[in-house]
């Protein structure tokens, strides 16, 4: 057969978004590239994009279904028909519902990778379950609902339009093209004259090219941005005019930052009290200004109030939808998600699911984990006694993997769909094996709050009996609830969501991808959707959110002392997606190893060695990564590398899946109280170099 090119859009190896020109012959993908017309990229393309060809081809990967045939985690399996484990999931998540009630039963998901989050709400809703667990208690949900309780939406970096500045604020879109940030679409507004801030406790490559870098301690953004708005508002450098018709609370506001001036700050982040005033004045005075905002702002418990602040600055220095700003992106006319997920069938869900005894946001539909595995192994507020995970891998991706372990080996049920067997697959009953990138038609973005939707048309043909999660999921939805409330096959479930679009999927696929219509400054003619109609800076329904009006700043329980003398945070590779893709080749030999940085002084005094390694230890445990000694991270600061096990010693031995599992090592005993969020970011620890003798160690 000739070979062809067909043009997608990337995805599952982070949220995707670049337009990506795929070369195929005879089945095999030959050659993949960034394509210039792309949207989000212009021509970008990343070594994970372009890594896709191994996915497809990996003799890692899962290729039939499987059901345990010895004990729980024993690695004996059977293999069998579709037909037969689609019958043993379904049979095992009904005989819980008969049992105990559909809320016995969690659906899991972890970073939504493509249209199957959506299919899985929608088949934990026909199920009868409110209890869809996901990771967005540490991505996403905290700045999104901290957004829409603030001022009605969730203002996302305007990234087409044209902006002064360019905030990064614990984001580094360099390595990890955030959310339909491609890294291509800073560069170019850098190219266009903006200017760049950078609040990272590393010197990241933006950071070296940036105005102002910020370099704080982890865990501090919180008392940083109260210092901005100590400034912003003693200079008088807000817009006068956006506070007076548009925000309540400034008065109150202005009173309570009046302590909190950058000397304070100071003494808490370790940034310089002159660098932070500088900022802050560049940051008001940017006509506008946009801040793109990563995981460091909401992987705290205190993250609701960090994020509060960083809104609250948004809105006082005119920045909130306004082009350039922080806007809100209108979605494009489709399927709304509340109707494709049937909420219609789950109405109770408020008062239903986990998360009501725990009195977090109201606006949290999606279940923490450390929720779900205390009524695993608690059976506080009720036991929960199966699951069905896709997409996730708790093991490496939920704080405390020691807990997590005890939750999973303690289900009655579960069974889990993914790509190669994982360290959680590996203790499941029945294990699926899912399709993957350009195996299947799929829908990027949907549901993001970006304001596009991107198509990614099935390009090849899955290996073996690889079926796509989305056909998966209809099919156990025919099973558990009933074809009526079910599509025929998967395609339809597409044609449904495109439908008010006007476009059927493959006029869609051939237009590559749809936007909202833009609409700016909508709040001049509606009002913001808030119980204020304002932008509320002091927050109406604070009480109910167990929260105080105003953002404070407390100190963390936990700060470095004699025992733990450092703090301990993460970044994410630029060439791993989370716990993902270590059995990918070409990826591995970009980074073969875990590494941990330390700064040269901080090396030297404890006698760590470059690329030797280094046991990292905590109050929860220890774990072992490479030295990487470099000047570009505090002296004070140890980053580690997050979601690593060793595919290649196999999923269930400790020195695969705990060995250098950071989340070995944090811990979700404290949490916040909106969005159950546990301390990733700022965790006291120690470095202790590894001897020859004990570099076999673990649990030791
Ligand atoms: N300590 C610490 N922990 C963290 C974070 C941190 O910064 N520090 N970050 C957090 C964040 S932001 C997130 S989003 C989570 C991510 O947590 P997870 O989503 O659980 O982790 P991933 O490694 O992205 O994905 C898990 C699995 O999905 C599988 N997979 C890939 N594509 C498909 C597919 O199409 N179908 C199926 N069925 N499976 C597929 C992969 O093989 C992998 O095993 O981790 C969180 N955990
Ligand atoms: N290559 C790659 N890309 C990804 C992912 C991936 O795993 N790999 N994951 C995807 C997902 S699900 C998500 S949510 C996004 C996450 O995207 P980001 O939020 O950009 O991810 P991180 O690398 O965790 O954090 C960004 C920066 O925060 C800095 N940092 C660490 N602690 C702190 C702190 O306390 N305060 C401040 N201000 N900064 C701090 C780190 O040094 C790092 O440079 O990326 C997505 N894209
Ligand atoms: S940056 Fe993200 S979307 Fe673009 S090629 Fe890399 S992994 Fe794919
Ligand atoms: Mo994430």
């Known amino acids: 057969m000739p070979a062809r090119t067909v043009f997608t859009h990337c995805g599952r190896m982070d949220h995707g978004g670049c337009r990506l020109k ?50 729980r985690g024993a690695d004996q399996w059977r293999q069998t028909s579709w037909k037969e484990a689609l019958d043993a999931v379904a049979d ?49 949900a905290p700045r999104e609902l901290t957004g829409r309780h603030m001022c009605g939406f969730y203002p996302v970096a305007d990234m087409h339009g044209k902006s002064e500045l360019v905030v990064l604020w614990g984001s580094n879109t360099r390595a990890t093209n955030e959310e339909g940030i491609i890294s291509s679409l800073v560069l170019e507004k850098i190219k266009n004259g903006a200017a760049l801030m950078v609040i990272d406790p590393r010197k ?23 210092a901005f708005l100590h400034v912003i508002i003693n200079e008088k450098l807000y817009d006068k005019n956006f506070v007076r018709e548009w925000t309540i609370g400034f008065e109150e506001m202005a009173d309570h930052v009046e302590s909190f001036d950058p000397g304070w700050a100071a003494g808490i982040t370790g940034v310089d009290a002159d660098l932070i005033t500088r900022a802050a004045r560049a940051y008001a005075g940017a006509d506008p200004a946009c801040t793109a905002w990563g995981n460091a702002v909401e992987q705290t418990p205190e993250a609701f109030d960090t994020i509060r602040c960083l809104v609250s600055l948004m809105a006082i220095c005119g920045n909130l939808d306004v082009p350039g700003g922080n806007i809100r992106a209108a979605e494009p006319r489709l399927m709304p998600p509340g109707k494709f997920v049937r909420a219609d069938l789950v109405p109770e869900k408020r008062t239903q699911y986990l998360n009501a005894y725990y009195g977090t946001s109201e606006k949290l539909m999606t279940v923490p984990p450390a929720f779900f595995r205390k009524a695993v192994i608690d059976e506080t507020p009720y036991p929960v006694r199966a699951a ?57 973005h949907y549901g993001l709050g970006h304001g596009i939707i991107l198509a990614r048309p099935m390009i090849v043909d899955p290996p073996e009996q690889c079926r796509p999660d989305l056909a998966i999921i209809n099919d156990l939805g025919r099973r558990l609830a009933g074809p009526e409330l079910w599509f025929d096959s998967y395609g339809q479930m597409l044609e449904a969501l495109l439908a008010p679009s006007g476009l059927a999927w493959h006029s869609f696929a051939q237009k590559g991808f749809l936007k909202g219509e833009k609409t700016r400054r909508q709040y001049e003619s509606k009002g913001f959707s808030t119980p204020s109609g304002k932008v509320e800076l002091t927050l109406t329904d604070a009480e109910s959110l167990c929260a105080s009006a105003l953002p404070q700043y407390g100190e963390p329980p936990g ?9 301990l945070t993460s970044a994410k590779s630029p060439n791993y997606l989370h716990s993902s893709y270590r059995w990918i080749k070409s990826l591995r030999r970009r980074e073969p190893d875990p590494t941990v940085q330390v700064h040269p002084e901080t090396a030297q005094t404890l006698g760590i060695k470059q690329g030797r390694e280094v046991r990292i230890e905590t109050k929860h445990g220890a774990i072992i990564q490479r030295a990487e000694i470099t000047s570009k991270i505090r002296p004070d600061v140890a980053c580690a590398s997050h979601g690593w096990w060793f595919p290649e010693k196999g ?6 899946w705990l060995r250098s599992n950071l989340n070995a090592v944090t811990s979700s005993e404290e949490r916040g109280k909106q969005f159950g969020t546990p301390r990733l970011r700022g965790i006291p620890c120690r470095l202790v170099p590894v001897k020859n003798t004990e570099a076999k160690l673990m649990s030791s």
């Open 22 to 71: 795929v070369s195929v012959k005879d089945g095999r993908i030959t050659s993949i590239t960034g394509d210039r017309q792309g949207y989000l990229n212009a021509g970008y393309s990343c070594a994970k994009g372009r890594a896709l060809a191994e996915v497809h081809e990996s003799p890692h990967r899962l290729k039939t279904p499987l059901i345990r045939a010895g004990d």
């Open 92 to 140: 095992g998540l009904d005989r819980v519902r008969q049992r105990d009630g559909a809320k016995s039963v969690a659906f899991c998901q972890g970073m939504p990778k493509g249209l199957e989050h959506f299919a899985l709400i929608r088949l934990a809703n026909t199920f009868g379950s409110p209890n869809l667990v996901a990771v967005q208690d540490v991505c996403h």
């Open 204 to 226: 990241t490559g933006l950071a070296g090219r940036a105005q102002y870098h910020l370099h704080l301690r982890p865990g501090t953004d919180c008392a940083l941005a109260l």
């Open 388 to 444: 069905y995970m896709q997409c996730t891998n708790p093991m490496l991706s939920y704080a405390d993997s020691q807990t997590t372990r005890k939750a999973l080996l303690k289900l009655e049920f579960f069974a889990v769909s993914d790509v190669v067997m994982t360290p959680t697959a590996a203790l499941a009953d029945v294990v699926l094996p899912a399709a993957s990138q350009f195996e299947f038609d799929d829908i990027g």
């Open 559 to 567: 700060k470095p002392d004699q025992d733990f003398p450092l703090l």
């Open 651 to 656: 999923a269930l031995s400790e020195e695969s």
